[in-house]
């Protein structure tokens, strides 16, 4: 039996690990091809019966045209967007997503920005928080924001017309606008009752009050670009956070200068992340293929790197919110990466090469604290559980 020929994005880590893992139990059932950027070539695509991508790779009628041996796609990410998932269906290729797989990360991404705007601006947000979506990536967001002691509520529509959500859900928009944080974690849907595309527009952020926190970390056509720069550039007193872009990889250099934090499409690109999307791709194919083998768990990859080991801190006093922004920056620091982003060139060649070659990141959750008696109340137990602190005392 030939092997199944797999052509897999060169920034999944630790694949070839993986890989050798499968072929050590079963001899002869992967090999293993890299495609570099965005896009594999058509010779790559002319030998793929297996393909593992990330977002940056559109997957359309014309790809599939020239990947005639393809049986099953994968791709390390929540979201769906770059997929046509009827043309797969028509091929009759399996697809897999990877839903929360990064959802730590992303999560831990907005903290570090409400953790750095806060300590710059010598308080925490006064109102209310709303998170758009409550997914994974969306109810990570608001659990680690209740940790630092804001208040959050989660709009989501589709889950209150569903019922049953995982967190307590309301379809009111205007709360939405009137919070003094909007943190947006929606997929990109451009039609439909629940379409996403420039859910904030012109109309609605005319509508947010000074200094509101704006975050996308979603996609960015869910944050009308141009009406945005047009508020801004008209002196608006907006805080903004952007990650994502609607014209990616091209940045609008007019608008970078304009927010308050910005980031080159990495929130979601911690270690773990990373590694947890290279892992459960290959689960998920072994899955299908009816092959019981065992994989590395993700504490042995992560201890193949040296930022995924444990931090330690002594704590002996009850932590200020200072304390608390301050530890969230230690495991996750967003300022270097806008710092990063704004010195290099401001081109698409360099917006790529800057996921591309994305440093080594960990989580909070690797934070573990030496602490008082005071992390013994149920309070502080709650609230040190919602940043993902680990705590012994």
Not at 68 to 81: H, K, N, R, V, Y
Not at 202 to 224: D, H, K, M, Y
Not at 254 to 282: D, E, N
Request: hydrophobic share 45%; charged share 15%.
């Amino acid at each position: 039996m030939e092997p199944m020929h797999l052509l897999a994005d060169v920034n999944l880590p630790e694949l070839d690990t993986l890989v050798a893992a499968v072929n050590d139990q079963c001899p002869g059932t992967i090999s293993l091809e890299r495609f570099t950027g965005r896009q594999p070539d058509a010779e790559q695509l002319s030998r793929a019966e297996v393909m593992f991508i990330r977002s940056v790779t559109q997957v359309n009628q014309e790809l599939l045209a020239q990947a005639p041996e393809l049986q099953w796609l994968g791709s390390a990410t929540i979201g769906t967007d770059h997929v046509d998932q009827a043309a797969l269906a028509k091929a009759g290729v399996t697809f897999h997503s990877t839903p929360g797989v990064n959802a730590n990360a992303v999560g831990d991404y907005v903290a570090s920005a409400v953790a750095a705007l806060a300590l710059a601006n010598n308080g925490l947000p006064a109102g209310d928080v709303a998170i758009i979506g409550a997914g994974n990536t969306g109810r990570a967001a608001g659990q680690r924001l209740s940790g630092l002691g804001l208040s959050v509520h989660y709009y989501d529509p589709p889950l209150c017309a569903a019922g049953q959500p995982l967190v307590e859900v309301h379809d009111d928009w205007q709360r939405v606008l009137n919070s003094s944080v909007i943190s947006c974690h929606v997929p990109l849907q451009r039609q439909g009752a629940y379409a996403t595309y420039h859910l904030l527009a012109e109309n609605e952020l005319a509508q947010l009050q000074p200094g509101t926190l704006l975050i996308n970390a979603s996609r960015g056509a869910v944050v009308a670009e141009q009406a945005l720069l047009a508020r801004l550039s008209a002196g608006a007193d907006l805080q903004v956070v952007l990650d994502v872009w609607e014209h990616e990889p091209q940045i609008s250099a007019q608008l970078l200068p304009l927010v308050k934090l910005a980031t080159p499409h990495i929130a979601g690109h911690s270690l773990a992340g990373k590694l947890a999307g290279s892992w459960q791709l290959m689960k998920k194919w072994l899955t299908d293929q009816q092959l019981g083998l065992q994989l590395p768990t993700l504490t042995e990859l992560l201890q193949r790197y040296p930022q995924g080991q444990p931090q330690r801190l002594q704590a002996e006093d009850p932590p200020r919110w200072q304390d608390l922004a301050q530890w969230i920056l230690r495991c996750y620091d967003i300022r270097n990466d806008d710092r990063v982003l704004r010195a290099a060139p401001c081109n698409a060649k360099t917006f790529d090469a800057l996921r591309a070659n994305y440093a080594v990141r960990s989580e909070l959750n690797q934070l573990h604290l030496d602490t008082g008696q005071w992390a013994n109340t149920a309070a502080w137990r709650q609230q040190l559980a919602q940043l993902t602190f680990q705590t012994t005392n």
